[in-house]
Structure formats: structure tokens, C-alpha cells
């Protein structure tokens, strides 16, 4: 039913990660984003050579294991990354919030915004990461800001959320799907239809919608991991 991923980044049996538990090898510090001061924990690795902002699912924050594991992959690649959460505490409490997507989108590009004005940030190429509600954010964002979102990943997604705007996002885009997760499937396929940019759809085999089985999130890392690396990454001169 499609109703059963709607809260598609509720973990409820995983600990969230701490600032402690990034690894040490890594610059990370927590910054504020947007008007409303959301909170974010940028990650910038030596010789960092490009951007990831992540947009997390319904029911989850900046904190979900899944996004950080990946993150963590993506830091070790070169890339940055920005984790943050879409909503405050106040606007969470409102489930109608969860899945406004036009709002997430807004939050979004405020981080993309936030970022490309940004000392440390602001030279390099931007990447945005969604998972389940926060894929269709990223392209959301992607389609508001097209010159500073270079490249889109989506993650167990829900890109049919952001159908209005599907055909106006430039960025080159990867749509991540488990194999066992059929409904959503199928809602990514007819997604993949309206966009008009670079695109893929990678379907990993036997992943259930949070890609909980041995093995499957590793796969998404490497998709995603080279689908940045290949659009934000610029060769040394």
C-alpha cells in the first residue's frame, strides 16, 4: 500500500549518530540554515572537492544512521557533506508539515543558498541526496535553483511527489530503488518518464524500501558515491 511508505525514514529500532561519532579525520561543525535557524552538521573532509546536501525522509532528522553511513562513505570520496533538518521541532509536531513538499523544497534550497554563500562552501559544486519525502524536496530544489544544484540522488524515494516540477530539473539525477519495494518502484518508473535530464534508475536487487539487508545500502554508496563524484568533482589543473 502506499500508504505504508509514506513514513518511510521512521527508524525506530536505531540509535541516532552524535557529532562524536563522525570520524575525527573529518572537519565537521554544527551550523545554522535558513531563516527559521535549522540545524545542520557540515562535514568538510581535506582537499575537499565538492558538496552533498542531504534531505532527510518523513519521521527522520539531520541524525538518521542511513543518511550518516552514506555521508560518511561520500566524506571519504572527497565530497562534503551537509546534514540538516528540514523542519523545527514545532513544525515536525505537525504531520500535515511531513509532507508538504513545496516547504521541504523551499528548506532545501535555502540549504543549497545557505551553502553557495558560504565561505568554505561557496566555490564548490552542490549535490543534493534525498531520501523517501526528501527526494522529491531535492528536486524540488533542484528545479527552483538549477544553477547551483549540479547533480540529484535519490534514496528509496518518492520523486512522483515533486511531478509538477519533474520536467523543469537540469540536473543530472539517479533514482536508487530496492528491488522489493514494488510499489515504489513502480511510482519511480513513471517519475523517470517526466524527467528531461541526464537520469538513471539503479534497482538493487532483493532491498526493501530503508535497504535494511545485508549489503544493499553498501550498493547504494557506490551508485551515489560515483554519480557525484562523476558530476561535482572538478579535475585538478
Known amino acids: 500500500m502506499i500508504s505504508d511508505v509514506n513514513g518511510a525514514e521512521i527508524l525506530p529500532d536505531e540509535p541516532e549518530c552524535t557529532m562524536s561519532e563522525r570520524s575525527m579525520a573529518n572537519d565537521s561543525r554544527i551550523v545554522q540554515i535558513g531563516t527559521e535557524g535549522l540545524e545542520g552538521i557540515l562535514t568538510i ?7 552533498v546536501i542531504f534531505a532527510h525522509g518523513s519521521g527522520s532528522s539531520r541524525l538518521s544512521p542511513r543518511n550518516t553511513y552514506v555521508a560518511q562513505a561520500l566524506n571519504a570520496r572527497g565530497l562534503g557533506t551537509l546534514q540538516f533538518d528540514l523542519l523545527t521541532e514545532a513544525e515536525a509536531m505537525n504531520r500535515a508539515n511531513v509532507f508538504d513538499i513545496l516547504l521541504l523544497g523551499e528548506r532545501v534550497k535555502e540549504a543549497v543558498c545557505w551553502a553557495r554563500n558560504a565561505e568554505e562552501t561557496g566555490a564548490l559544486e552542490i549535490g543534493v541526496f534525498g531520501a523517501s519525502t ?3 524536496a531535492a528536486l524540488v530544489a533542484a528545479a527552483g535553483v538549477p544553477d547551483d544544484v549540479s547533480a540529484v540522488v535519490s534514496r528509496g524515494g518518492r520523486p512522483d511527489l515533486a511531478e509538477p516540477v519533474l520536467d523543469q530539473v537540469l540536473a543530472p539525477t539517479l533514482l536508487i530503488v530496492g528491488g522489493a519495494d514494488h510499489v515504489v518502484i513502480e511510482l519511480n518508473e513513471k517519475a523517470f518518464n517526466r524527467l528531461a535530464c541526464e537520469k538513471r534508475l539503479d534497482i538493487v536487487p532483493g532491498a526493501t524500501h530503508l535497504f535494511e539487508e545485508p549489503g544493499t545500502l553498501d550498493q547504494v554508496v557506490e551508485a ?3 554519480w557525484f563524484q562523476g558530476h561535482l568533482q572538478k579535475e585538478c589543473l
Open 224 to 226: 551515489a558515491g560515483s
Open 45 to 51: 573532509p581535506a582537499g575537499v572537492n565538492g558538496l
Open 134 to 136: 526528501g527526494a522529491a
